[in-house]
């Protein structure tokens, strides 16, 4: 059973840092695809990147490009999502998103979710 776990989260001001972790846990994760996706209130789920395990390619929304970095640690399976110049926009809950078919990198099908983490970036 594959089970991803957010952590990272957290309050910071417009310009700031944060640091997202998704720790992977239940299979070999080498042949999966990870990504971050965001939810905001009343608005629907968004893809925010996501990053090939075995190649550590990786692919992000246009919104979020330059500023955001997603990578992977292989002896941790941990991924983390590196937020730099955060925006008020950018205030959503985060989740963490496993799949094992590993889909195309601009695919925003995934298998499996997290529970999410708040990131919520005031002005």
């Known amino acids: 059973q594959v089970q991803l776990v957010e952590s990272g989260g957290g309050l910071v001001q417009a310009g700031g840092s944060l640091r997202l972790s998704c720790a992977a846990s239940?299979?070999?994760?080498?042949?999966?695809?990870m990504g971050w996706f965001r939810q905001a209130p009343g608005k629907e789920r968004e893809f925010v990147a996501t990053?090939?395990?075995?190649?550590?390619?990786?692919y992000y929304a246009n919104s979020v490009k330059g500023r955001f970095t997603i990578s992977r640690d292989n002896g941790k399976n941990t991924m983390y999502l590196q937020m730099n110049s955060l925006k008020p926009e950018d205030t959503a809950v985060y989740y963490c998103?496993?799949?094992?078919?590993?889909?195309?990198?601009?695919?925003?099908?995934?298998?499996?979710w997290g529970q999410g983490t708040q990131v919520t970036v005031s002005s």
């Open positions: 998103a496993a799949d094992s078919v590993n889909r195309q990198l601009s695919s925003v099908a995934f298998d499996f």
């Open positions: 990053i090939r395990w075995s190649t550590g390619s990786t």
């Open positions: 239940g299979r070999t994760f080498s042949g999966y695809r």
